[in-house]
């Protein structure tokens, strides 16, 4: 007999069953819904124990039920009779309560039962019927009961069996009517199976004892014992009964052996009866859940697979990085020559022209030293300054050799890239990657501020009051003309220094975009492949939960 372990209480079965509960909600364990159902109603209800009749057709279920309450209130036959499960329990006056599928309650005369239990009157179930309720009191003497009387299994009537295999999850205890003219076949072995899930008290009935000498009736006792312990590896308690010889006997034995140890120990055996269904569900539940979890494990391993497939080296986030640092940095690095080399062509011209300007204007200006010598700062700053903005304005297109080569470079190196995700994809997934726009916007580089600034060597203007003019006034002019080349090399070079900066600037803001296009791509892809992934750590602790429970 199942122990009841004395930490066991109410609080913990609950705990579990709502354990159970979530985990059939959350990865749709049909299976157990009617068991978890059964044990939930035994949880919240504490209806009475229900000793239910179980077993083949036409072995005397309902004769049994019959003559167990001396009256003959449910209906029987030589060919299969019941159709609908028939509860019985104690009430005070006579009275039967129809229950039907679609929630309808009608009270009826008890003479009346056989309308709606019995295959003549009900056939196929067509009034639907889902279980009638019987109030006797009669069953006085079997305080906090339910008999059930139920449809008979492997008749022709294939809807007899789902109604009783369907009500199975709720038994109490079971009482397996085997008929003495057929003693014990694969159906009851498959039903004692059956019942294990759901009870810890299975009871084996032999019914008609009456056809069978007490010689045969000793053989057919053995011949169960030994089969159930060859077939199930267990045995069962074995009780006669006949409606025709020695009935009072048998009553007796029945009711001292099976009821009165029930009904004295109700509460007791209850709990025994709903700790049974809930380690059963417990176990149950546990297996699927495992298989649930191999099927997510294999998930993710296909997951990790598809992964290192669609995500490989080609398509390697760190080194397309590299590539496009590459790509910068080398056009980067010619930026400036090719703008000086382009600028060299303006130089001779622009110092012949800068020096004439200077030449025939320098002769009106008037001063000391000092003088000439800021008017010399501010002509040249003014005319080089000028110069530069209309080279800037007029040839700067001309600068941007570097921006569209790199340009051009990671425009290519994005195709690549995403020509390897795509084919990955389609070779992996089957599908193509749709396509996309993936043009970098070419940088428009900044227009430098041009300006000149003083770039005097030796500041002999310094000492202007001991230098008189009208002596050395030639060859300070010849001096300043003189310092013309290399204030024009000085500011084209700058405005090379300057173009370089912004053009590079430039290529950098399009190396961010390519890098970023290709971060999104790959979150998105990644993230898209492991969408699905997170079962596996919830069956885990579905599992974990289940297993430390100590029911
Ligand atoms: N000889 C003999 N016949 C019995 C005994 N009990 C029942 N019968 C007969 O067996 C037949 C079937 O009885 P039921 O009680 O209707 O059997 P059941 O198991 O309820 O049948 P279903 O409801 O169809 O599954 C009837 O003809 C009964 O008279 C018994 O103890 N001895
Ligand atoms: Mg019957």
């Known amino acids: ?74 209906p029987v036959g030589a060919i299969p009779v019941t159709t609908a499960i028939t509860r019985l329990q104690y009430g005070n006056k006579e009275r039967a309560l129809i229950r039907h599928f679609d929630g309808r309650m009608t009270e009826i005369p008890l003479s009346h039962i056989a309308e709606f239990t019995s295959e003549a009157k009900n056939p196929g179930n067509e009034k639907n019927v889902a279980i009638v309720d019987i109030e006797l009191p009669s069953m006085r003497k079997y305080p906090g009961l339910r008999l059930v009387d139920t449809p008979g299994l492997g008749s022709v009537y294939k809807y007899h069996q789902s109604t009783s295999e369907h009500w199975l999850p709720a038994v109490g205890t079971a009482l397996l009517a085997v008929s003495s003219d057929r003693p014990l076949s694969e159906h009851d072995l498959n039903l004692i199976r059956e019942l294990t899930l759901h009870t810890p008290n299975i009871i084996l009935l032999l019914t008609k004892a009456d056809i069978l000498s007490t010689e045969q009736q000793k053989e057919v006792v053995s011949f169960f014992q030994e089969t159930l312990e060859r077939e199930l590896r267990r045995t069962l308690p074995v009780y006669l009964y006949s409606i025709k010889n020695n009935t009072e006997l048998y009553r007796n034995i029945v009711e001292e052996n099976i009821f009165k140890t029930i009904c004295s120990n109700r509460d007791s055996e209850f709990l025994r009866i709903l700790l049974h269904k809930t380690r059963s569900l417990k176990q149950n539940c546990l297996s699927y859940l495992r298989i649930a979890l191999h099927a997510s494990l294999q998930a993710d391993q296909n997951r990790e697979n598809l992964r290192e497939r669609i ?241």
Not at 33 to 60: N, S, T, W, Y
Not at 454 to 480: G, T
């Open 311 to 551: 995500l490989n080296e080609k398509v390697n986030e760190d080194l397309m990085r590299e590539e496009l640092g590459i790509i910068s940095r080398e056009h980067q690095r010619q930026t400036r020559s090719l703008i000086e080399t382009y600028l060299e062509q303006f130089k001779a011209p622009l110092t012949k022209k800068v020096r004439e300007n200077l030449q025939s204007d320098i002769a009106s200006w008037r001063g000391n030293l000092w003088k000439i010598s800021r008017r010399y700062e501010a002509w040249v700053s003014e005319t080089l300054s000028s110069e530069m903005r209309t080279i800037s304005k007029n040839e700067h297109q001309n600068f941007l050799g570097t921006l569209k080569k790199s340009h051009a470079g990671f425009s290519r190196s994005l195709e690549a890239f995403r020509k390897f995700l795509g084919d990955n994809i389609e070779n992996v997934l089957g599908i193509k990657l749709t396509e996309v726009d993936w043009n970098i916007e070419v940088a428009e580089p900044d227009h430098p501020d041009i300006s000149f600034t003083k770039s005097f060597d030796i500041h002999l203007d310094l000492i202007w009051f001991l230098i008189p003019m009208i002596v050395f006034r030639k060859i300070f002019e010849r001096h300043f003309i003189q310092g013309i080349p290399k204030e024009v090399e000085i500011n084209l070079s700058r405005l090379a220094y300057q173009w370089e900066t912004s053009i590079n600037n430039a290529i950098e803001e399009m190396r961010g975009q390519a890098t970023k296009y290709i971060h999104e791509e790959l979150s998105t892809i990644e993230s898209l492949i492991s969408g699905t992934q997170g079962q596996t750590n919830d069956i885990n602790k579905l599992i974990a939960a289940i297993e430390q429970s100590n029911i």
């Open 1 to 74: 007999m199942e122990k009841i372990p004395e930490t066991i209480n109410v609080k913990d079965i609950r705990e579990i069953l709502g354990i159970i509960h979530e985990a059939c909600e959350r990865f749709q364990i049909i299976a157990l819904h009617r068991q978890l159902e059964a044990a939930r109603i035994l949880l919240e209800e504490d209806p009475p124990i229900d000793v239910a009749v179980m077993g083949q057709f036409k072995a005397g279920k309902s004769s049994f039920l019959n003559s167990l309450l001396g009256q003959n209130v449910l």
